[in-house]
């Protein structure tokens, strides 16, 4: 079985740009949550989604944003980029017999200069 | 609230030596789950190990077992004759049930293994 994917795995963008950063789950898995992963704060969950529909939200600002679409696809969006955004954004999926383990993609190295 | 504690930073060790990797954590709620996960240089958080808050029997897996004891809401792994490719960064993680699909990371622990 193909594990989680995520494209793009580096981006460079600039202040008050905006970015898309794509995830593809492990077949048969419905659920998708998304964290970020910085020196300073560690992994923090940003939110998950199940069936197209957002079921939880960690504590980030309106700038970032996701969604999920009928084949389990997610993309998260950051608008207006800041310096502080640079990390690395890991999602990860779940179903199946062990609903409860998240398995996790290669991540996406965002840099914001 | 719910937290995960790795007090220890970075840890060396040289190749064939033991290590125990600690975890505290702290929740009210009685149903949970604890995870161990490894993250090499490559960026992946791979999955080691799950256990829920029920089950409370050590694991032992090859060279890595774990050991969970609610008592001193701890979760602690130990590697067994490290080995260089176990150089990484270990998190360990806590999930509530019913708060869906969020993980609570400690800050990890860098471990080292030099040859």
């Known amino acids: 079985k193909a594990g989680v994917t995520q494209t793009p795995r580096y981006l460079i963008k600039t202040r008050g740009q905006q970015v898309t950063l794509s995830c593809s789950p492990i077949s048969g898995h419905r659920s998708v949550s998304w964290y970020q992963q910085t020196p300073g704060q560690g992994l923090q969950f940003l939110f998950e989604y199940f069936s197209e529909t957002q079921r939880n939200k960690g504590n980030f600002p309106g700038r970032f944003s996701g969604r999920q679409f009928s084949n389990s696809r997610s993309e998260m969006n950051v608008s207006t980029l800041e310096l502080g955004d640079s990390a690395l954004y890991l999602c990860?999926?779940?179903?199946?017999?062990?609903?409860?383990?998240?398995?996790f993609g290669p991540g996406t190295r965002l840099l914001v200069l | 609230a719910q937290k995960v504690t790795q007090a220890q930073t970075e840890i060396s060790v040289v190749e064939k030596e033991d290590v125990t990797l600690d975890c505290v954590y702290e929740t009210r709620d009685t149903t949970y789950y604890l995870f161990w996960y490894k993250q090499p240089p490559s960026g992946e958080l791979v999955f080691l190990i799950r256990?829920?808050?029920?089950?409370?029997q050590n694991e032992i897996s090859g060279r890595y077992s774990w050991n969970f004891q609610k008592s001193t809401s701890s979760f602690n792994f130990t590697i067994t004759a490290s080995q260089v490719v176990d150089s990484a960064v270990y998190f360990c993680?806590?999930?509530?049930?019913?708060?869906?699909?969020?993980?609570?990371f400690g800050q990890g622990t860098t471990l080292q293994v030099k040859p």
């Open positions: 256990r829920n808050s029920f089950d409370e």
């Open positions: 990860a999926s779940s179903g199946g017999r062990s609903i409860e383990t998240q398995y």
């Open positions: 993680a806590l999930s509530i049930v019913g708060n869906t699909g969020k993980l609570i």
